[in-house]
């Protein structure tokens, strides 16, 4: 083997233009051992500051130690220290195997760094050439093992490149996308979840739970990108191909991918987040997280820490409980109070008021709520549609409307008969937080009466709907959810087109025929 060269791996490229044959130098390489040394050079140009340079020897590189990985030129087992391999009683073969292995693991450590480089191009290139290492590593093994009784998979590699694109600095949403591609192999896909959820436990108990917006955004982002199968039929694209005992590898497994893929996302839900991560995460709960969980029930501590937050992430983490009642059959009692509750003057004014209603009406739609339950959520919206502004009653007013046509029994609400000794305090409590203890049944809707004077004629008009027998039809609120002031008043300054109103249903042919007959016989007997 050539002496080695003087050289630190670890130095900067020089500051001056030097033009390198990249292609020369590794069909050297690999065409003689005698030009081992001259792998420095590639090594020193992949840490060169200029990034054409970089990008030129990550190429260079991927080429060099793929060709090395098929040939098997690289040392396999338990890498000995090169001073070692010097001094110890090694062939000349070994030797150039461990000296090229050595490289090699020198060259993975720069392309790691590399992930944090600042320019996208060369955290992409790093990246790919990374990915082409792994794939050959899985096919050749640089451990010395029985591969019969073990699976081969380049676990090492990967999960260092899931480790430092997970970045606690840097937004590498970018970069995640790009990995997106290999994440639609399927065994990737099943060690990549592990190695997330290894990764989140490792660096949040390290920071005692504290928030990391960054580090959190590129998990929940990379995260987000794994696309899970629907069916076991589909796990057929894989990076390695086991030779033996394929069938008995978890990675082709899909109980095995939903397991990884329910404790990826319960590691990851169950530490503290930002609050913005929230919203993102329980819009998307029910399409894309929950279906793939072997247990989504055991998401209810999340939605429940979710639902204390407040506002439209407390909507949100209702919606999340809802779909597990009805579909995964959780038992929840306390899911129409906290519905209850978030019923605020506060609801007609922020920007989720139209998801929040339309939520609401699926939430309150079926027919099997007991009366005492819907009577407080039409007592309650009905109070606040006391303050609530012209847009707001549109839609509340129709709301309440369709809550008595599903349940009849709420009809008392409208039709209370007066007496001489009729309470002069409605017995509703607005402050109460159980809807079966605020007595909304014992009062009534005397505040929809109120609003029939109204200054906006269209909601005085909505409100005497109250007076009228009520039809069977439900109102479409979908119209009037997003309703703004502006488009209300837009509609209200518009002028109206005057029609022409018929004023008889057939029209009037021939209509002096007759007098003209008349007219003349008189003249005829004049």
């Not at 060169?48 to 396999?76: G, Q």
């Not at 996208?120 to 590593?137: D, I, P, R, T, Y």
Request: net charge negative; glycine share 2%.
């Amino acid at each position: 083997m050539a002496p080695a060269k003087k050289r630190n791996v670890s130095s900067k490229a020089n500051a001056k233009t030097i033009k390198i044959d990249f292609e020369g130098i590794v069909e050297r390489i690999l065409k003689s051992r005698k030009h081992a040394n001259d792998v420095f050079d590639v090594l020193e140009f992949l840490q060169s500051e200029k990034e054409k340079d970089v990008i030129c020897a990550v190429d260079a590189c991927c080429k060099l130690f793929c060709t090395l990985l098929k040939r098997k030129d690289l040392f396999i087992g338990k890498l000995p220290g090169e001073d070692e391999a010097i001094k110890g009683e090694h062939s000349p073969d070994e030797k150039y195997k461990i000296f090229m292995r050595h490289r090699y693991n020198n060259c993975v450590e720069i392309l790691l760094e590399h992930l944090h480089h600042e320019t996208h191009e060369v955290k992409e290139s790093a990246l790919c050439c990374l990915m082409k290492f792994a794939a050959e590593q899985g096919l050749h093994p640089l451990e010395d093992l029985d591969w019969s009784e073990y699976f081969s998979f380049p676990r090492e590699l990967i999960q260092a490149v899931v480790h430092n694109i997970l970045s606690q600095s840097l937004d590498n949403s970018l970069l995640i996308s790009r990995f997106q591609e290999f994440l639609e192999m399927d065994d990737v896909r099943y060690y990549v979840m592990s190695f997330i959820r290894d990764n989140v436990a490792t660096v949040m108990n390290k920071s005692k739970g504290a928030v990391l917006p960054v580090y959190q955004s590129n998990v929940f982002t990379l995260m987000l990108n794994i696309n899970m199968p629907s069916q076991e039929s589909e796990l057929t694209n894989f990076m390695v191909k086991q030779e033996t005992k394929h069938e008995d590898w978890k990675a082709a497994k899909l109980h095995d991918h939903k397991r990884a893929f329910e404790k990826m996302w319960l590691g990851f839900l169950k530490y503290k987040l930002p609050n913005s991560m929230y919203k993102k995460i329980l819009v998307v709960l029910h399409d894309s997280i929950l279906p793939h969980m072997s247990k989504p029930t055991l998401m209810i501590d999340f939605l429940t820490a979710a639902y204390d937050v407040g506002g439209a992430i407390s909507l949100l983490a209702l919606n999340g409980l809802f779909v597990l009642i009805h579909q995964h059959n959780l038992d929840y009692p306390d899911f129409y109070k906290k519905l209850y509750n978030l019923l605020e003057p506060s609801v007609f004014h922020v920007k989720y008021k139209a998801r929040f209603f339309h939520l609401a009406n699926l939430f309150l739609s079926s027919s099997h709520l007991p009366v005492y339950l819907v009577a407080a959520f039409a007592k309650r919206l009905a109070r606040l549609a006391l303050t609530a502004p012209p847009t707001a009653l549109l839609m509340v007013l129709p709301f309440i409307y369709n809550l008595i046509r599903r349940h009849p029994s709420c009809r008392v609400l409208i039709h209370k008969p007066s007496s001489e000794d009729e309470l002069l305090e409605d017995p509703y409590v607005m402050e109460e937080v159980d809807p079966a203890l605020c007595h909304a049944l014992e009062s009534s809707l005397w505040e929809i009466k109120t609003l029939q004077k109204h200054y906006h004629p269209d909601v005085a008009k909505a409100a005497m709907l109250i007076n009228t027998p009520m039809t069977e039809q439900e109102d479409d609120i979908s119209e009037v959810l997003e309703i703004t002031s502006y488009e209300l008043m837009e509609r209200d300054l518009k002028p109206t087109e005057s029609k022409s109103f018929p004023l008889e249903f057939e029209t009037a042919a021939h209509l002096l025929e007759g007098r003209g007959e008349v007219l003349g016989r008189h003249f005829c007997l004049a």
